[in-house]
């Protein structure tokens, strides 16, 4: 199962199911993380209401 760092910019692994699919995606390629980033900036990211995230502030 994947979380994110207490930032929100990189997703990090809990299992090794989670591991792979992070690995697989490449959903911590430079990009990805610099558009992660972007997105917190605006408040866009984790979105409003997620059940699952805590908003980054």
């Known amino acids: 199962m994947p979380t994110q760092q207490a930032d929100g ?9 989670g591991k792979a699919t992070i690995a697989a995606l490449d959903l911590n390629r430079e990009r990805v ?12 990211h984790p979105p409003p ?9």
């Open 9 to 17: 910019r990189v997703i990090i692994s809990l299992t090794a199911v």
């Open 49 to 57: 209401g997620d059940p699952i995230q805590k908003n980054v502030d």
């Open 33 to 44: 993380i610099d558009i992660r980033q972007a997105d917190i900036l605006l408040k866009r």
